[in-house]
């Protein structure tokens, strides 16, 4: 199974400030990352689909990138409804296999 | 507008089978994919398996022999079945929907429901 190594596990930031999160995977796997957000007692909702596209009515301030093995997210101005765990997949081949997740939190 | 929606028993006992439906709205079986995810403790997914929109099934070999995924087109269902239940099987199940436009990120998701194993 590909294996997602996602960091950093979490992030204490203010509003305004930017946000980087990292994925790696175990091996190749194209363009085929996808980013979800989940905030606290909902479904996880997709954020980037295939390593850079932004899912219709997400605001311009996510975005994503990589290839290969290496992806990043990140959120330009984090606001605070932006508080929530992301969480990279990779649905490249079988089994799809998440990230270990990210929880964003006001400091 | 597309729905999902997950029911089934919130309580299993161990060694016991988990019977869990995913009845849909707004769009068809036939012409998309259906998968199921669980969530252990409020954080890590693990996908378990998909229902293609042509009736063939995909699963994690995770689970060996223990799943089985069905639906019922007519009444716009998938099912899932997982056998010989433990305690670390307690977690959110979800069905979501594959997205159309040849890429496989989930659009739609279902609410989820919480299954606890226990005795």
């Known amino acids: 199974d590909i294996v997602m190594t996602q960091s950093p596990t979490s992030m204490s930031l203010s509003v305004g400030d930017r946000v980087t999160i990292n994925c790696k995977a175990s091996?190749?796997?194209?363009?085929?990352v996808d980013w979800y957000q989940q905030k606290t007692g909902q479904y996880p909702k997709v954020l980037i689909y295939?390593?850079?596209n932004r899912y219709t009515g997400v605001p311009d301030r996510f975005t994503g990138s990589g290839a290969g093995t290496d992806f990043t997210f990140t959120i330009n101005n984090m606001q605070a409804e932006d508080l929530a765990v992301y969480y990279c997949?990779?649905?490249?081949?079988?089994?799809?296999?998440f990230g270990s997740g990210t929880k964003l939190e006001i400091k | 507008q597309v729905q999902l929606k997950e029911s089934g028993p919130g309580l299993v006992q161990p060694s016991e089978t988990l019977s869990l439906t995913c009845t849909v709205s707004?769009?068809?079986?036939?012409?998309?994919?259906v998968h199921w995810v669980r969530q252990f403790s409020g954080k890590s997914l693990e996908w378990m398996g998909r229902?293609?929109?042509?009736?063939?099934?995909s699963y994690n070999s995770a689970f060996t022999s223990r799943l089985s995924i069905s639906r019922d087109t007519s009444k716009s269902q998938v099912f899932l079945k997982v056998n010989s239940l433990q305690t670390e099987d307690t977690g959110t199940y979800y069905c979501?929907?594959?997205?159309?436009?040849?890429?496989?990120?989930?659009?739609?998701w279902g609410q989820g429901v919480l299954v606890t194993v226990s005795s």
């Open positions: 979501a929907r594959n997205s159309d436009y040849g890429s496989n990120y989930f659009d739609y």
């Open positions: 707004g769009f068809s079986l036939t012409s998309y994919s």
């Open positions: 229902m293609w929109s042509d009736g063939k099934k």
């Open positions: 091996q190749s796997v194209g363009s085929n």
């Open positions: 295939k390593a850079s």
């Open positions: 997949m990779q649905s490249n081949s079988y089994p799809f296999t």
